[in-house]
């Protein structure tokens, strides 16, 4: 039998007297028996999935795991009618405030200047602000109404 000679390697054992099919390895493109190729398997969601390829016994790639989902435990039953703790206060003990002199400060102090807006230098003032600012003089108030509609109206809107 000349035609088994040239089948010959070492991926492959043919009986002449009990012939199988032989199978082209999809990873490497080696001659292998059918029944020896197997199926090339990776993870998809939390099942093997198989991805069509037929490969040789040493080629074959093992599943990754990073591409499996984590395994994430359910939450927590919740309690029926809790009862969280209340915390303990000692009526013999009086809460003393431990930093009083602090907060007699902050609250004497100021910290604007009487000269300048809380918001910044005038430069980033806007032209037209009705914010009042108390201890501050706006040197640009909103004009009223019909001064503003007569300096719209004196603008050339011809393009």
Known sequence: MGWVKRWQSKNIVIDPNNPSALGVCDESGFVFNHKDLVKQME?????????????????????????????????????????????????????VDPFPEIETKLEVESFYDDNQPPYGPPSYVLPYSNIPTPGWNDPDPVPPYPQLLAKLNKINWNW
């Open 43 to 95: 993870w998809r969601g939390d099942n093997l999935v198989w991805t069509g390829l037929m490969v040789g016994p040493q080629y074959l790639d093992k599943p990754q795991e990073q591409n499996r989902p984590p395994l994430v435990k359910d939450d927590p039953r919740p309690v029926q009618n809790p009862r969280p703790p209340t915390p303990y206060t000692d009526p013999e003990y009086p809460v």
